[in-house]
């Protein structure tokens, strides 16, 4: 059975941190991208973090600096370390998979194997 799980969302005040994981099973973080995505109320879904199977990562210009995307093989698990959290992070944040991917693009078309997310709210 193919699913991945988030966890570690809150709520902080802005400048705090938050650590989210991912969960993966019936699949291989190792391989093809993977990626963070969020959405906010009323807003589309949009990416946030990507990584690929050689570790190589991109981010979307909002986050630069102050997030790292990450993934432990062995546990096949992605993570999402959050720094210097701000107001405009509040989102409902989710994980995905690309088997095919070979660039870290931002098109939510192009993965599968969502996870029902994990809220982070950042409070000023």
């Known amino acids: 059975q193919v699913h991945s799980v988030e966890s570690g969302g809150g709520s902080v005040q802005a400048g705090g941190s938050l650590r989210l994981s991912c969960a993966a099973s019936g699949y291989h973080v190792s391989s093809g991208y993977m990626g963070w995505f969020r959405q906010a109320p009323g807003k589309d879904r949009e990416g946030v973090a990507t990584?690929?199977?050689?570790?190589?990562?991109m981010y979307t210009d909002s986050v630069k600096g102050r997030f790292t995307i990450s993934k432990d093989n062995a546990k096949n698990t992605l993570y999402l370390q959050m720094n210097t959290l701000k107001p405009e992070d509040t989102a409902m944040y989710y994980c995905a998979y690309c088997s095919w991917c070979t660039r870290g693009y931002f098109i939510t078309a192009w993965y599968d194997y969502w996870g029902q997310g994990t809220q982070v709210t950042v409070s000023s």
């Open positions: 990584i690929g199977s050689d570790g190589s990562a």
